[in-house]
């Protein structure tokens, strides 16, 4: 005896990086990109390198690295800092786009 299959639609589970786009996003951000790299999401402004790296450390936990950058005449490597910051992810991404001044400004209190 057959039975009708029917079709059953699995939601698409969201990523870190989707989280993170959602975080920067509900905090007014929409200039920056941001892009799955591993375990790790990086941040980046426009077409440049990224300036931040979120890095899942388990329960609820994320740690926020900055870019690092050897200016040296014999040396121009991109690594990364030692983590500057473990917190939830909403913590994270706005102490992030903080560093780099990417929020935008809020209102004083005059309204301007």
Do not use: K, Q, Y
Request: charged letters at 20%; proline letters at 7%; glycine letters at 8%.
């Amino acid at each position: 005896m057959n039975h009708p299959v029917s079709a059953v639609t699995i939601p698409r589970a969201r990523t870190l990086a989707d989280r993170v786009r959602d975080v920067a996003s509900s905090l007014g951000c929409n200039a920056i990109w941001v892009r799955a790299s591993g375990p790790h999401v990086l941040l980046g402004l426009g077409a440049e390198e990224p300036f931040a790296r979120v890095t899942p450390l388990g329960s609820g936990a994320f740690g926020l690295s900055f870019r690092s950058v050897d200016l040296s005449e014999l040396s121009r490597t991109h690594g990364w800092e030692p983590l500057l910051l473990v917190d939830t992810l909403a913590d994270i991404v706005e102490h992030a786009l903080i560093g780099v001044a990417a929020l935008p400004r809020p209102l004083d209190a005059s309204g301007s």
